[in-house]
């Protein structure tokens, strides 16, 4: 069945971003290691560890689709139009940008909530693909909405400081994650957490 998963690179003390949402160097082990991996839907190859690039395989050649938040989109300049994973990217937001709009557009924008964007991307992914979700705004209000299936962190041994949290706007009650499974890797440790729902 279709997951529906969020993935990010997340500094120790707990942000996806620095306050101008530059990552810094939150990034840096996508180029440091020696084997390469092209990120799906994208000109882009990292270079990572060979248990990263297995990891890779596994994750990103699963995306259907994405659940991405218009923050994210606006500040990666929308990828240039080859945003990553391949799939439809169901851009949740208040105003539509007019130039994305336009027949085989990979940009969908929603304007009417999470659950409906991520409802139209199972549609598209079918049931053997997972949604990727793309946004620190938009993973906490499908955490809320019991929408997320399970939680990725790639933890990075560094303190920001200030800047985006990941963990900001929680629900009051407590949320419940199993852990699934945790790869040490060099500059990175993997983690990844089911999301528990009663
Ligand atoms: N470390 C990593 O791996 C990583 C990966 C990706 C991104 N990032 C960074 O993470 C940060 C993400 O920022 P973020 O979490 O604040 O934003 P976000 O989740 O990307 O986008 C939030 C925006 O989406 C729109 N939105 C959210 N919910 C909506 C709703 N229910 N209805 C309509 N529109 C809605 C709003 O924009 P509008 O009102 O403008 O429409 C809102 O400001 C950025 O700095 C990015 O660079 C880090």
Redesign the pocket.
Known sequence: MSKVIY????SLDGF??LPN???GP??DWYASGDTEYPLPGTNMVFKVSRVCAALFDENWTKIGASV?????????HAWGGNPPGGGNHFV????VPPEWVYEGSPFTF?????ANAVGQAKNTAGTDKHIDV????????CLKAGLLDEIHI?LIPLLLGE??RLFDNLASEPAKLETIRVIEDTGVTHLQFRVVKE
């Open positions: 993935s990010a690179s997340v996806v971003a949402d530059e990552v939150l990034f991405t938040g218009r923050h994210t989109f606006d500040v990666a949740v937001t208040h105003h929603v304007t009417d909530g999470i793309v946004g620190a705004n938009i993973m906490q209000q790639d800047g985006i």
